[in-house]
């Protein structure tokens, strides 16, 4: 069955990066990590939940991969990439990423990203990713996630 045209990019994304993950689409919603966690039957801390912020005064958008478990400190992030973030609104997210809130992947994205992750994803042996749809999520490890994205590792939480 083919994957929605979204996936299908996120699963071209990872073929194009090296990368021999798989793109799943599931019967039940995955758009919050713990629709996901519920729907794979795994913890929710192994849900890389992918969350975009706006940076100001540059506008420019920060991606933050966090365990599905964890809050994301803006305060913290903004230390991060040296200007204040906020949550933008959904055109915003859709215009730099190609995706709506729900299925924003960590990868295959309109425009680059400034990428974080959330270190204790490091701890973990198998991680579940958005796949570019709110139904659609990949497997990978916690190394790959890093090696995908080019992200910086650092605590978000």
Do not use: Y
Request: one cysteine or more; proline letters at 5%; charged letters at 20%.
């Amino acid at each position: 069955m083919a994957l929605k045209p979204s996936a299908q990019r996120v699963q071209d994304a990872l073929a194009a990066r090296g990368f021999d993950l798989v793109v799943q689409e599931l019967s039940e919603s995955a758009r919050t990590a713990a629709e996901a966690a519920a729907a794979l039957g795994c913890a929710v801390e192994q849900i890389a939940k992918s969350m975009v912020f706006a940076a100001r005064p540059s506008g420019r958008a920060v991606l933050v991969v966090a365990s599905g478990g964890h809050r994301v400190d803006v305060a913290r992030v903004g230390a991060l990439v040296h200007e204040a973030v906020e949550k933008p609104d959904a055109a915003f997210v859709r215009e730099r990423t190609g995706f709506a809130i729900g299925g924003v992947p960590p990868v295959g994205h309109a425009t680059p990203l400034v990428t974080l992750i959330d270190e204790d994803l490091l701890r973990l042996d198998a991680l579940w990713a958005a796949a570019g749809h709110p139904h659609a999520v990949f497997r990978l490890t916690p190394a790959q996630l890093v090696a995908l994205t080019g992200g910086t590792v650092a605590k978000v939480a």
